[in-house]
C-alpha cells in the first residue's frame, strides 16, 4: 500500500506540475472538462465491448490492468485539476452528492 495521500498534497503536485511547464493557460475550466471527458473514454473504451463476466475480470491480465490504473489516474488527475481551478472540494461534494442520494432513494425499511 502506498503511503497515505490526501487531495489538497495532489491537487499542489499536479498544480506545481502544470506551473513547471507554463501549463496553466491551458488549464481552463473548459480544457479541463475537455480533457476529463477524452480520458473517461480512454476508460470506456478498455470496457467497450467486453462481456460483465470479462469485465468483472480485467485486472487479472497484467498488460489490462496498467491500462486501466493509467486512465483512471488521468480521469482523477484532470477532475482533481477542475476542482482546483473552480475552487470545488471534490471530497465535500461527494459527501453533499451522498447525503442527498440518502434521501433522494432512502434504503428499503427506512422510507
Given amino acids: 500500500m502506498t503511503e497515505h495521500l490526501d487531495v489538497a ?3 499542489r503536485r499536479l498544480a506545481e506540475f502544470a ?3 507554463n ?3 491551458y488549464h481552463t475550466p ?6 476529463l471527458s477524452v480520458e473517461a473514454s480512454e476508460l470506456v473504451e478498455i470496457f467497450q465491448w467486453l462481456t460483465p463476466e470479462e469485465s468483472a475480470r480485467v485486472m487479472d491480465d497484467p498488460a489490462t490492468a496498467h491500462r486501466v490504473t493509467d486512465e483512471v489516474a488521468d480521469v482523477l488527475a484532470y477532475l482533481l ?3 482546483e481551478v473552480l475552487g470545488i472540494d471534490p471530497l465535500a461534494a461527494l459527501a453533499a452528492k451522498i447525503d442527498r442520494n440518502e434521501q433522494r432513494f432512502p434504503a428499503p425499511g427506512d422510507a
Avoid: H
Fill in 9 to 11: 498534497k495532489l491537487q
Fill in 19 to 21: 506551473a513547471a511547464r
Fill in 23 to 25: 501549463w496553466q493557460p
Fill in 30 to 35: 473548459k480544457n479541463l472538462v475537455a480533457a
Fill in 81 to 83: 485539476q477542475l476542482c
